[in-house]
């Protein structure tokens, strides 16, 4: 919709009425950048960079607010961290990338200047305080990981992207879609995007939930679980056979193959879909 508007505004002002101008997205990219850059300001930048190992058995935890996280995974125990912030009203700089080392694994977090409030803080867990009021800072994390560690990734504006791991998965925003792979448990909860999701051989318990946005599971051919999905506005498929439950228009509940890991899948606007590869 700002977009929208945008576009309308610089018709407007060249004169060509109130038709949006055609032309290519990228192009209206740098449109809406210029526009940026003079009712705002010029957008700045800031790098950070963070090499560390981390042991076997541990969690690398990431705690972001405005912008995505990518992890990659490694077959060494190192992790490299690189966090690209960006921002025009407010300085980069002023926004900490902290790192702690602790006995569960690494934390990682954005940490804002206070605004009136209370100091923000960077704990492991449900520890600490972070908050961006104010502040139009993102901050982009991309990361290399050892591919059997467990992850705990969480943003409120922003995707996540984390394939080809091991341990369990636990990813969640709020504006943003969700894309992970792994051959251990995993949990993933957005609001407005869809989540996809690939998961291995010995897969275990597993819940995906959104409200705006569809789920996509892939799951190898071998798989048994327990399976219960839910719509609202959407349809749900599944190229297993699910047996001794029951289905209707909005749920399916029953069991693929022999059973096994709970499967729990919920959106409200959106699709659910279970493919076998």
């Known amino acids: 919709m700002r977009t929208q508007v945008l576009r309308v505004m610089l018709a407007a002002a060249l004169g060509a009425g109130f038709a949006p101008l055609a032309l290519a997205d990228d192009t209206w990219n740098g449109v809406m950048a210029a526009l940026a850059d003079f009712f705002v300001g010029p957008q700045q930048k800031s790098e950070f960079r963070w090499q560390g190992k981390l042991a076997e058995g541990k969690t690398l935890e990431v705690k972001g607010i405005n912008g995505g996280i990518v ?16 921002g025009r009203r407010n300085d980069p700089n002023e926004v900490q990338v ?64 984390a394939l080809g791991f091991k341990g369990d998965v636990v990813a969640e925003t709020v504006n943003g879609g969700i894309d992970i792979a792994t051959e251990g448990a995993a949990r993933a909860e957005t609001v407005n995007g869809g989540i996809d999701a690939k998961m291995g051989a010995r897969f275990g318990d597993t819940r995906f939930e959104t409200v705006n946005g569809g789920i996509e599971l892939s799951l190898p051919a071998s798989a048994s679980a327990a399976l219960e999905a839910e719509v609202v506005n959407g349809g749900i498929s599944s190229d297993f056979a699910v047996s001794g439950g029951q289905k209707t228009r909005r749920s399916l509940r029953g069991t693929i193959g022999s059973g096994g890991p709970k499967l729990a899948l919920e959106t409200v606007n959106g699709g659910i879909s279970i493919v076998r590869r």
Do not use: M, Q, W
Request: glycine share 16%; proline share 8%.
């Open 71 to 86: 992890v990659e995974p490694g077959d060494t125990p190192a992790v490299g961290i690189e966090a690209l912030r960006k």
């Open 98 to 161: 902290v790192v702690l080392e602790h006995a569960g694994g690494i934390t990682v977090c954005s940490v804002y200047p206070a605004n009136g409030g209370k100091p923000n803080e960077c704990a492991p867990g449900d520890g600490g305080r972070l908050s961006s009021k104010n502040n139009d800072v993102s901050v982009e994390y991309r990361l290399r990981v050892p591919r059997g560690a467990a992850l705990a990734l969480s943003t409120v504006n922003g995707g996540i992207d």
